[in-house]
């Protein structure tokens, strides 16, 4: 499509938006004099459904009501509350049901999956991650290298991109997996990047990690809710996300777990047990033998924080009605849309360094500033622009599909081109 740059057209583009009602669904930030800011960073905190409210009124009413009997005779019985989830959620990561679960949160599910499927010897004991991964992620890896008796500073493979580029090349990830895959136990990437905006195909490098007997873990962190990530045909053999990003499911909500179905009948596999990962019938006898509930709920320790998890499926039934693949379809020709007009602008002290190849991004462009100045990002945080600043001089924003219009778009990029124009002190 030919974009064009003016008001307009970008007004045109939201009236003909087949999503347009969504950003209705949402309370959208407003500053001292009640004017609504341009909202950017859905990748670090989505904004709160209008409906998440009564949501979690429900939950607390059936409390005050029921006590302990809620487990049975909440509206949605406590018990069983968790696989109200399951479903819709499978559908957001294009995964199965018996795949899927949402329990405790993104790091602690990393370690959980670690100690599942990074099972070192002492000749294949490496663990590949991106040079800059998350710091969580880094940590979470090291540590699991020490804990095995590992030094990280030679356990640890860091992709790093070729000199003088600042994005991976995908076919760099491989030929790094095959040179090193007699030592690789695990390869473990975060899909997107958070810093850079890169979305890998995660389908070619599990493949890779398998050829070479490593296991391959993606933590879908900036993926979930934004790309469409087939799990289940990537075949990777397990996922980790939070819901509180892209998922809208508010501050430190609970994460999601994928494990690939290959896996969901074994009984030997490697876990940290608890009894909610225990057969449903005989849970509550509580004197058996554990064994184990076929699939990725297996995987679950204790019974589940019922408010975060109300936030959760509040998100989830919008997801379900505007359909992940309609969100993603909207999402490209939102940053479309952004990429078009920044690089209208033509300034040399601003560069995207997200690829601009729509099938290796999600929702996020992360702008490069020359010579790291912070000035023009306080700036647009002074006129309305909530976007945020990563270290050492990226401003990233994220138009998020189920909120964000055009004319936000539209909005965020006149002032950009004001601020540059400006000589800010
Ligand atoms: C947001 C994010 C996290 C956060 O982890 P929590 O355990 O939820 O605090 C971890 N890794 C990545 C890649 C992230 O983007």
Request: net charge negative.
């Amino acid at each position: 499509m030919q974009f064009e740059s003016s008001r307009r057209f970008a007004e045109s583009l939201d009236i003909d938006d087949p999503l347009k009602i969504f950003r209705s669904y949402f309370y959208l930030p407003k500053d001292d004099k009640g004017n609504e800011l341009i909202y950017f960073t859905g990748n670090s905190l989505g904004l709160q459904p209008k409906s998440t409210f009564d949501f979690i009124n429900q939950e607390l009413l059936d409390w005050e009501k029921y006590g302990v009997e809620g487990h049975f005779h909440a509206k949605n019985p406590w018990l069983p509350y968790h696989e109200f989830l399951t479903k819709s959620m499978s559908e957001v990561v294009g995964a199965k049901p018996i795949e899927v679960v949402v329990m405790n949160t993104l790091s602690v599910n990393l370690h959980l999956m670690m100690v599942s499927f990074y099972r070192p010897t002492s000749k294949k004991y490496k663990i590949m991650i991106e040079g800059d991964a998350f710091p969580s992620d880094k940590y979470a890896v090291q540590s699991q290298l020490r804990f095995h008796g590992f030094d990280p500073n030679e356990g640890l493979i860091e992709l790093q991109p070729r000199e003088g580029e600042v994005l991976l090349r995908q076919e760099d990830i491989l030929e790094s997996i095959d040179r090193h895959g007699e030592e690789l136990a695990l390869v473990m990437i975060g899909n997107s990047n958070y810093y850079t905006g890169q979305a890998f195909d995660m389908k070619s490098i599990a493949a890779h990690g398998h050829k070479h007997g490593a296991h391959v873990g993606f933590d879908c962190a900036h993926g979930a809710g934004n790309l469409l990530l087939n799990l289940h045909d990537s075949n990777v053999d397990f996922a980790v996300w939070c819901t509180y990003k892209y998922l809208n499911s508010g501050p430190g909500s609970l994460g999601g777990v994928f494990v690939h179905e290959r896996h969901s009948q074994k009984k030997d596999i490697p876990r940290f047990e608890g009894w909610w990962g225990h057969n449903k019938e005989t849970r509550f006898k509580m004197r058996d033998d554990f064994e184990p509930i076929p699939g990725v709920e297996a995987w679950q320790l204790s019974n589940p924080p019922i408010l975060s998890m109300a936030a959760i499926m509040s998100s989830l039934q919008i997801f379900a009605e505007a359909k992940i693949e309609k969100l993603r379809v909207k999402s490209i020709k939102l940053s479309s849309y952004l990429e078009f007009l920044i690089n209208e602008i033509g300034d040399e002290s601003i560069k995207i360094i997200t690829p601009s190849d729509p099938n290796k991004r999600g929702s996020q462009l992360s702008i490069q500033m020359k010579n790291a100045d912070k000035k023009l990002f306080d700036w647009l945080t002074k006129k309305g622009v909530v976007a945020d600043w990563r270290e050492p001089d990226v401003i990233r924003v994220a138009p998020v599909p189920l909120y964000n219009s055009y004319v936000d778009v539209y909005q965020f990029v006149s002032l950009l081109k004001e601020g540059l124009k400006s000589n800010l002190e």
